[in-house]
């Protein structure tokens, strides 16, 4: 079986306890928390291991873990030292992340423009390798913190934007603390797959199904030949069938957080997901 959860700032920012009994009202298995864009009541620094077990234990009390902490920062930040207080924070949120119950922090790969929007030079190596010195710093401080790195790729934008760019970065950075937030609509490109769905899933799964430790999971639509925006799951053409069987048989158990919900149509995403999983793995 799956593990189905979503993401806390799509309930927008509250305090903790309020945000807590928003969403376990819902009944997800999971949350992925970004900090500063979910909890009004915890900001940069201000983690302790009381801080972190009080967010824990709200969210614990109504049935939903924290699955993963969000940290979005850009690493290759074409300013060092913004790049360096990004890399701090962080650092930071690795050093409690265990308090939180949870093992995983996570972010995407950056680009060469501070906002981590699209950028000419972002796919060349330079970039590359300024990503690599970041992660290899930040895997290395998970090591000794008992955390896990979380890397998220996205297509056509951000530094690593294909399966192949993520199994080297992978190979480059061999550390047991460095993982992967699988994102299959994200790493479709802008003009569509040049294959399956069914083959997409599979050569990822291949490349690094043994890294996923969370998957991102929303949906897409092809309209003259270019992708368009991102759409709650079950309202594309996403194969969910194809991937909840793939994620059962390789990476069972897994999270698998919805993206792009709203609070009005959680319910009914959540119970749409939860019946093809189980449809699927009988």
């Known amino acids: 079986m799956l593990q189905f959860g979503i993401r806390a ?28 864009k979910a909890l009004s009541d915890a900001g940069n620094g201000g983690l302790s291991p009381g801080a972190a077990r009080r ?33 701090r924070r962080f650092e930071e949120h690795l050093r409690f992340v265990r308090d939180l119950g949870c093992a995983v922090v996570g972010t995407e790969t950056g680009s060469l423009n501070p906002d981590c929007s699209f950028h000419p030079d972002t796919r060349k190596g330079g970039a590359f390798e300024t990503l690599i010195r970041s992660v290899e710093r930040l895997t290395r401080f998970a090591e000794k ?14 530094t690593v934007g ?6 080297e970065l992978l190979r480059r950075v061999d550390s047991p603390a460095l993982g ?11 003009e569509g797959l040049g294959e399956s769905q069914h083959d997409f899933f599979r050569r990822a799964l291949d490349a690094f199904g043994d890294r996923i430790v969370a998957v991102h999971v929303k949906d897409f639509s092809m309209a003259g030949g270019r992708k368009g925006p991102p759409t709650p799951a079950g309202t594309g053409e996403l194969d969910l069938e194809a991937l909840f069987r793939m994620l059962a048989e390789r990476k069972p158990w897994i999270d698998v957080l919805l993206e792009n919900t709203k609070p009005e149509t959680v319910d009914e995403t959540l119970a749409l997901v939860r019946r093809i999983a189980e449809t699927v793995t009988r």
Request: proline share 5%; net charge negative.
């Open 55 to 87: 967010i824990r234990d709200a969210f614990a009390s109504r049935g939903v873990a924290v699955s993963v902490l969000g940290c979005y920062i850009n690493p290759v930040h074409p300013d060092a030292d913004e790049r360096e207080k990004g890399l």
């Open 180 to 190: 992967v937030i699988w994102d299959p609509v994200n790493l479709i490109p802008a």
């Open 145 to 158: 913190t008992g955390a896990v790195v979380g890397l998220e790729a996205v297509a056509d934008q951000h």
């Open 9 to 36: 700032h799509d309930f927008g920012r509250h305090d903790t306890q309020t945000l807590a009994r928003l969403i376990g009202s819902h009944r997800p298995d999971s949350i992925q928390l970004a900090l500063s």
């Open 162 to 167: 294909s399966v192949e760019a993520m199994a």
